[in-house]
């Protein structure tokens, strides 16, 4: 059944709190930002329990921010999400170079992702909504969609030798020491994280990305990214004992 059709069967339960039983978690997403619009404030409260965050993006956003020719924006927005992970104390970004906007889904990206799996060695992985659209009223993007279920398959195929036996040619070593997969942004949440501790940072980490801010909106950057920011954790807090509180859908695995 399509998913503009069905209600979430887990809609208005309780959210769960996330997993702390692991010491390594990898976040694998499209673009530049994607991870600072309502997942940081959780990267944030990892890293201060000491825990190892990593970062790998599909494409470097080259493609959006309309007034700047992707040679010149691909760059910016790089910087852009190395100060912006760094806000939230990630220090390891990299990224695929799939071409912003047209990420094709399929045995390529599984395949470099689950490289990416096997090279950082998480237990937790992060990743986007991969759902046709954003809580049933909002077309989501080609690429948020690939990334994501691509994601999801990679956890698995990172685990068995046989799927890309080139990888262990490579030197990089089946693992399937991935415990659970957590989908920021789904509209069928299970789990969630205390926003609170990480509120100010994951302010302070989506302000980074400031050019793109500039390109999409007239707002004030910091009142924009602090509204955003605010009202995306206050959405979940009554289904988390009134905190806000970053979401997330948890498969385990």
Same mark, same amino acid.
């Given at each position: 059944?399509?998913?503009?059709?069905?209600?979430?069967?887990?809609?208005?339960?309780?959210?769960?709190?996330?997993?702390?039983?692991?010491?390594?978690?990898? @976040?694998?997403?499209?673009? &530049?930002?994607?991870?600072?619009? !309502?997942? @940081? @404030?959780?990267?944030?409260?990892?890293?201060? *329990?000491?825990?190892?965050?990593?970062? $790998?993006?599909?494409? +470097?956003?080259?493609?959006?921010?309309?007034?700047?020719?992707?040679?010149?924006?691909? &760059?910016?927005?790089?910087?852009?999400?190395?100060?912006?992970?760094?806000?939230?104390? $990630?220090?390891?970004?990299?990224?695929?170079? =799939?071409?912003? !906007?047209?990420?094709?889904?399929?045995?390529?990206?599984?395949?470099?992702?689950?490289?990416?799996?096997?090279?950082?060695?998480?237990?937790? $992985?992060?990743?986007?909504?991969?759902?046709?659209?954003? !809580?049933?009223?909002?077309?989501?993007?080609?690429?948020?969609?690939?990334?994501?279920?691509?994601?999801?398959?990679?956890? !698995?195929?990172?685990?068995?030798?046989?799927?890309? &036996?080139?990888?262990?040619?490579?030197?990089?070593?089946?693992?399937?020491?991935?415990?659970?997969?957590?989908?920021?942004?789904?509209?069928?949440?299970?789990? @969630?994280?205390?926003?609170?501790?990480?509120?100010? +940072?994951?302010?302070?980490?989506?302000?980074? =990305?400031?050019?793109?801010?500039?390109?999409?909106?007239?707002?004030?950057?910091?009142?924009? *990214?602090?509204?955003?920011?605010?009202?995306? *954790?206050?959405?979940?807090?009554?289904?988390?004992?009134?905190?806000?509180? $970053?979401?997330?859908?948890?498969?385990?695995?």
């Amino acid at each position: 059944m399509d998913d503009l059709a069905k209600e979430p069967e887990n809609a208005g339960r309780r959210l769960e709190p996330m997993p702390e039983d692991w010491t390594r978690a990898l @976040a694998v997403v499209a673009h &530049p930002d994607d991870l600072e619009y !309502g997942c @940081a @404030a959780a990267v944030a409260a990892w890293t201060d *329990a000491g825990r190892e965050v990593a970062y $790998v993006l599909a494409t +470097r956003g080259e493609a959006g921010i309309d007034g700047i020719g992707p040679d010149q924006c691909g &760059p910016l927005r790089e910087r852009e999400q190395r100060a912006s992970a760094a806000a939230v104390g $990630v220090s390891t970004v990299d990224f695929l170079d =799939h071409r912003d !906007g047209v990420i094709e889904y399929g045995t390529g990206l599984r395949r470099d992702i689950a490289a990416a799996i096997r090279r950082h060695r998480p237990e937790l $992985v992060i990743t986007l909504n991969f759902r046709d659209t954003w !809580g049933g009223t909002v077309w989501n993007t080609p690429d948020h969609v690939a990334v994501g279920r691509a994601t999801l398959d990679a956890a !698995g195929d990172a685990g068995n030798r046989w799927i890309f &036996p080139e990888l262990t040619a490579q030197g990089l070593e089946p693992w399937d020491g991935v415990r659970w997969v957590a989908v920021a942004g789904s509209d069928r949440p299970s789990h @969630a994280v205390d926003a609170a501790p990480g509120l100010e +940072r994951a302010v302070a980490s989506l302000l980074e =990305h400031r050019a793109y801010i500039e390109g999409l909106t007239d707002q004030d950057p910091e009142e924009y *990214a602090r509204a955003f920011v605010t009202s995306a *954790a206050s959405a979940a807090a009554p289904r988390f004992d009134g905190r806000p509180a $970053v979401a997330f859908e948890l498969f385990p695995r």
